[in-house]
Nanobody, 123 residues
Framework: QVQLVESGGGLVQAGGSLRLSCAAS????????LAWFRRAPGSNREFVAA????????SYADSVKGRFTISSAYDKNSVYLEMNNLKPEDTAVYYC????????????????WGQGTQVTVSA
């Protein structure tokens, strides 16, 4: 079984940057694709970005294209989300997730989740 632990959230002003990290562990983590989702207050959880350990199959939600970058480092068992030009509407709990259907953007195919990390962007 794969385990995921996120870190790097915090409070930042609009226009600022943050880098989220997701550390994966478990014997079979290399079989999984990784993604970031987020849940804003009062909203459903939504897809943000996805990648694979080889770095192909990268995709982004339209709302973050050009501002966020997802990357993976297999030697560090980690996936990152670099977030630039943050906006107040990016405020949410960000979750790292893993799926055997590598590269999918559909939440229903992700069956391993981290505990989440809070990102708050002030105006």
């Amino acid at each position: 079984q794969v385990q995921l632990v996120e870190s790097g959230g915090g409070l930042v002003q609009a226009g600022g940057s943050l880098r989220l990290s997701c550390a994966a562990s478990g014997r079979t983590f290399s079989r999984y694709g990784l993604a970031w989702f987020r849940r804003a207050p009062g909203s459903n959880r939504e897809f943000v970005a996805a990648t694979t350990w080889s770095g192909d199959g990268i995709s982004y939600a339209d709302s973050v294209k050009g501002r966020f970058t997802i990357s993976s480092a297999y030697d560090k068992n980690s996936v990152y989300l670099e977030m630039n030009n943050l906006k107040p509407e990016d405020t949410a709990v960000y979750y790292c997730a893993a799926s055997l259907r590598r590269g999918t953007t559909q939440q229903r195919f992700y069956d391993v989740w981290g505990q989440g990390t809070q990102v708050t962007v002030s105006a």
